[in-house]
């Protein structure tokens, strides 16, 4: 009964050895000869084919540069949100909900969607992929204000940004805000 006992025992062990190694080869690390592609070691050269690699594109970066009270924020409030808006690249870099507290008991807290913190790094960023000059990520912009507010009775709310390249290429970038009825409540 002894002998039986260790032979299921030992039959137990290599089965599991058998099911690790099988899904190490199917769901482990990559093999170390092929290059895993991260967001900290992309290029424009990993940009697909069918776009053409831009000239103006620099290095990705994790980090955000663009929330720095030098480079200039514009805060945006509304009915809804409080935004920041950083002038370098035109990153939406804090996104606020006023109204909705972060739970009951920390009711003058409001709930942060996006966030320029290092432990918790979420912004909404965009650019332009082109040949030609045109704004990326990191470009700086212009804004004829600061502060934009919501007037209780306006519907909408555009903030312009405007970039100009060194060949007197300009872009204008609006970020709006629509009424309600427009994102699909009543």
């Given at each position: 009964m002894e002998s039986l006992r260790f032979i299921l025992l030992f039959s137990l062990g290599i089965v599991?050895?058998?099911?690790?190694?099988?899904?190490?080869?199917?769901?482990?690390?990559?093999?170390?000869?092929?290059r895993q592609t991260t967001p900290e070691n992309k290029t424009a050269a990993d940009i697909p084919p069918s776009i053409p690699a831009p000239t103006n594109a620099p290095e990705i970066s994790p980090q955000i540069t663009g929330a720095t009270q030098e480079e200039g924020v514009i805060e945006v409030i509304t009915d809804i949100y409080k935004a920041h808006i950083s002038l370098r690249g035109g990153s939406i870099v804090s996104l606020d909900l006023p109204k909705f507290p972060?739970?009951?008991?920390?009711?003058?807290?409001?709930?942060?969607?996006?966030?320029?913190e290092p432990q918790t790094l979420y912004v909404a960023q965009?650019?332009?992929?082109?040949t030609s000059p045109a704004p990326t990520h990191d470009s700086p912009y212009t804004s004829p204000s600061r502060a934009y507010v919501l007037n209780p009775d306006a519907e909408s709310l555009e903030?312009?940004?405007?970039?100009?390249s060194g060949d007197g290429i300009t872009c204008a970038r609006k970020i709006c805000r629509a009424p309600l009825s427009m994102a699909g409540r009543p």
């Open positions: 599991l050895v058998l099911l690790w190694n099988a899904w190490q080869q199917d769901y482990g690390p990559a093999q170390t000869g092929q972060v739970s009951l008991k920390e009711t003058y807290k409001p709930v942060r969607i996006l966030r320029n965009g650019g332009l992929l082109s903030v312009p940004l405007y970039w100009e």
